[in-house]
DNA sequence: ACTCTTCATAACCGATCGGTTATAAAGTCT
DNA sequence: AGACTTTATAACCGATCGGTTATGAAGAGT
């Protein structure tokens, strides 16, 4: 598409990532060639292998740059003040936020673990710890030893049916679509999700609503 | 690998079948070539053309051949007696059960999601309805007509949220596993995240769990 | 001005891709 | 026995795959 020009080092492995991630996101390693990768960055398919050494090395690139979105947004500070309930939900909301505005993390996330973790496997700290489970974690002690909750199940758990309750409306869109004739993409149909979600968990919990809904 | 033997029409056709599941489920579309389809089912490519057409061909009869296994599970009748939190519970553990089972129907699922469904969409009809869906909705209305829960939200989110929270343990294996640090393959933290998501549904119905645990 | 590293292009490589052609043996029907 | 359909094999096809070689221009250091 657009040509490079004649010399432009920080543009040129730009362009690269950037194509990187979206043909890889939409597609898979397999699915997609360095020809149109570079063809798509407007450059040689030369430069691909002069910046990130091979095929395996741009696909590593771009599951960092994406990964470094989530923590981005996932370690922004909570409002201090607020009741564990909002808290809570704001998380989720959060997450669930994340997910619906990031398709491609959601699709690099599937990708690799279709591939069973392979790469993720030949890299290590390619993916960090996810920052929302300390969030949650701080949540939880401080409710718990308010008194406001009783439950001492492991948060990890807790945390990964929320993620669950997020995940499966982005991730399995198009059966879904066909299984339970929602249209998962449709924002009002999204935020019901969330809503209900958000229920679900503080009713575990044994926790009211949030000031919104519950006088 | 094991030859076909002069003529036996059935059985080639079942060893490119199941080879297909195996490899398609394992590495999606573009990331198994037909000459090892053959290899592992131990015959000519050309047999491969003969029974499917193509190699998206097979990939549809793969995809129907692993959804009837799905619908085979969640069609089987619920015992009538049961208390209504049984019942939820019951259908739960059978969809969680599956899940953990048929590990390839959970990999043709996403890449067929990944796909952004458009074998779906060129097939219709491949995928039915999900018969789990009537069966909750069945649960949920007698509930109901008894005074049992109180709440009237679209059953098809709850599904969703319940599939949810069932998938998310098979389909982030490998990254769950690096995010929060649990063997998601283990099967005690597999029945320890079904329990909860059970604890869960249950909860936010306002149900008390059936007589195993609740005295 | 001279060298040396970096950024870039075009042409090309062997291997593999999905799919086809040519051919024939095994079974089936009359 | 002879004709015809079905099941099978091997060899091959053009296209494309990921990756390399050969080459040289643009910028930096001296």
Known sequence: MTT?????????????????????????FHGVGVAEIVSE?????????????????LYVA???????????????????????????????????HF?????????LLLWENLNEGRLLARHPGLLTKAPILHQ??????????????????????????????????????HTLRQAVDLDMADPHIQAEGLRLAQQMVLAYLGLAPPEANGV
């Open 4 to 28: 490079c020009g004649p010399r432009n080092p920080g543009r040129t492995r730009g362009n690269l990532l950037r194509a990187g991630i979206r043909l890889f996101a939409s597609r898979g």
């Open 41 to 57: 960055a407007g450059c040689n398919k030369r430069m691909l292998y002069h910046y990130f050494g091979d095929k395996e090395g």
């Open 62 to 96: 771009v599951l960092q740059a994406v990964y470094a979105r989530m923590e981005q947004v996932e370690t922004a500070p909570l409002p201090p003040e607020a009741s564990t309930a909002a808290m809570i939900c704001e998380i989720m909301q959060r997450h669930f």
């Open 99 to 107: 997910l619906a505005t990031d398709n491609e993390f959601v699709k």
């Open 136 to 173: 949650l974690r701080t949540i939880l002690e401080a409710a718990q030893s308010r008194g406001e909750i009783t439950a001492a199940d492991d948060p990890r758990h807790l945390l990964i049916l929320m993620i669950g309750m997020c995940f499966i409306h982005f991730s399995n869109q």
